[in-house]
């Protein structure tokens, strides 16, 4: 049994052994149990893919004369000013004025949200037009003007639902294309999209939240940062297989960093045609080897990891809760799935090449001493499920 | 000069040029090229692009080649009109189950990374819809 404390000593004197969560797997079958949770301190996990329910506050500063804004935008992409007078919130999935959306069916969706924070990440100058009604000490009614990450004082992102713990697999029945957040789905289930990091996924590796909680520290597009909450929509109380690893959605962390820490590559604007914005963002999270147990929850592999597949032409959207089957991520990464013997071809929207860069670049820091473990402050329910909109008629 | 048929990628860029010569007709029928054309946009008094392969001998489709530009049209052998940005890429994959040929492939199922082939790429542009990353684009 080693404490998170005893962890750090050793990663501080730069003699903690961190392996990936994929490198593990085999350590493990080669050491055995017991002998390699006495050797390995850290498991490093990443995953990459579109987290929608992301966004950022910034902070603008004032200008001169001052003004409290009401309405502001970003590349023309609104952003919300109802925090305070030069405080906004930019939602990942927000549209620039005047896109077609699905007017034109299907959309193409090319900026918005996102791609404002991409372009932040990446130091490239952004246009503010900002405008308000005018107050006493804050006289200015309209404000254009270009600006720079390093031109606010703050640009903090905020992910309200990240590293969903498991995700769908979306497959199309009906005899039409149809345009999902899973990618183009072909008719009569041609193609299936997934996403999710598989083996390497943080919440897949400690399934029961034992290691992370409110206040763990995470690698976030590679600033620090650290889960703020249990995530929107976090829902543990589900079908759970080996080693109690979710087939289903369940549990997401709320996750925030300093944007101006992060690195380009990994804050990426993504155009879903047919359905709209999104952000992908690389996250790497640290499991520490507490014991044996915590060991052989990050022991799990791609073949054990099952998902959920569901037809998004009508079951999703009309909400009928039917499951067509389940396929794992062994097969999934193969290419494609069979289901009911027919064989569908399968693409990820989740980039498991860079989860597999991240998990590296976090297991590098982990080694030089530069990344400390943290113990969490609360831990994240674990008995939760979600519920459905109440409609009510007037 | 080798006898061997041979099949040869081209993309030829018309810039406002004579661009109504029937170039195909003349090609198979002076050259004896076998022509397979994957992309055009070629209109009268403006600039215009033409994908083709092109399978004949080496010696035909040198005096093909030079017909071609004999015209003021210029030969492009290496460039295609589908561009793939691997540094835009993300790796995702979401193009992979779009792509008929394969040119757009993930060979190492292990890392997940993926491959552009140009060669196998007949400029579909199923890629292009699906990429939410913009990774790949037309010149077209």
């Known amino acids: 049994m080693k404490s998170i404390e005893q962890i750090n000593e050793k990663i501080s004197s730069g003699k903690a052994v961190v392996l990936t969560a994929e490198e593990i797997i085999d350590y493990v079958d ?12 850290v498991v490093t996990t990443a995953t990459f893919g579109p987290m929608c329910s992301s966004g950022c506050f910034i902070n603008l500063g004032h200008s001169k004369p001052k003004m409290r804004i009401t309405e502001a935008w970003l590349d023309d992409v609104s952003a919300y000013a109802g925090v305070a007078a030069v405080d906004l919130f930019l939602g990942a999935t927000q549209l620039q004025a005047n ?54 004082n703050q640009c903090i992102m905020v992910n309200p639902r990240n590293c ?15 345009h999902t957040y899973l990618g183009y789905l072909k008719p009569h289930m041609k193609n299936c999209g997934y996403s999710s990091a598989g083996q390497l996924s943080p919440l897949l590796n400690d399934p029961f939240y034992r290691t992370i909680g409110v206040g763990t520290r995470v690698w976030l597009a590679g600033a620090q940062g650290h889960v703020y909450s249990e995530g929107t929509q976090h829902s543990p109380t589900c079908e759970r297989g080996l080693l109690g690893v979710p087939s289903e959605g369940a549990g997401t962390l709320a996750l925030t960093g300093d944007m101006k820490k992060m690195l380009p ?11 709209g914005i999104s952000l992908s963002v690389g996250v790497g999270i640290p499991i ?17 990891i099952m998902a959920q597949v569901i037809d998004y032409a009508s079951d999703y959207p009309q909400r009928n809760g039917r499951v067509l089957g389940s396929v794992s991520y062994e097969e999934l990464k ?19 090449s860079k989860a597999r860069k991240i998990a590296a670049l976090l297991q590098d820091e982990i080694k030089t001493g530069r990344f400390l473990l943290t113990q969490p402050i609360a831990p994240l329910p674990v008995e939760q499920s979600m519920k459905p909109l109440k409609e009510s008629s007037l | 000069m080798s006898d061997e048929i041979q099949t040869k990628k081209l993309m030829l860029y018309f810039p406002e040029c004579e661009t109504e010569k029937p170039i195909v007709y003349h090609l198979v029928k002076d050259y004896d090229l076998i022509i397979n054309i994957f992309r055009a946009r070629v209109t009268p008094e403006d600039e215009g692009y033409l994908v083709l392969d092109v399978t004949g001998t080496e010696e035909h489709i040198l005096q093909g080649s030079e017909y071609i530009r004999s015209l003021g049209i210029r030969i492009d052998g290496v460039n295609k ?18 792509c008929p040929t394969n040119a757009l492939s993930i060979p190492d199922r292990r890392t997940m990374e993926i491959v552009f082939n140009t060669e196998e790429c007949i400029e579909c542009l199923s890629c292009i819809k699906v990429c939410p990353f913009g990774a790949v684009s037309s010149l077209f």
């Open chain 1, 30 to 41: 080669e050491k055995g149990l017991e002998q390699a949770a006495k050797e390995v301190d």
């Open chain 1, 99 to 152: 896109d077609p959306a699905n007017r034109d069916y299907p959309g193409d969706f090319r900026f918005g949200g996102g791609h404002v924070m991409e372009k932040l990440v990446a130091g490239e100058e952004v246009q503010l037009f900002a405008l308000s009604y005018g107050t006493d000490e804050y006289p200015l009614k309209e404000l254009r003007t270009t600006l720079t990450i390093n031109d606010l």
């Open chain 1, 164 to 178: 969903y713990q498991n995700y769908n697999v979306a497959v199309n029945t009906s005899d039409k294309p149809i």
């Open chain 1, 265 to 275: 590559e990994f804050v990426r604007g993504v155009s879903l045609k047919g359905y």
């Open chain 1, 288 to 304: 520490p080897i507490l014991d044996e147990q915590m060991l052989l929850q990050t022991t799990i592999r791609d073949r054990d």
């Open chain 1, 334 to 352: 193969s290419g494609s799935i069979s289901l009911d013997g027919q064989k569908i071809e399968a693409g990820g929207l989740s980039s498991y």
């Open chain 2, 81 to 98: 009109g589908l561009i793939w940005d691997k540094d835009k890429c993300a790796q995702c994959g979401c193009c992979v189950p779009h």
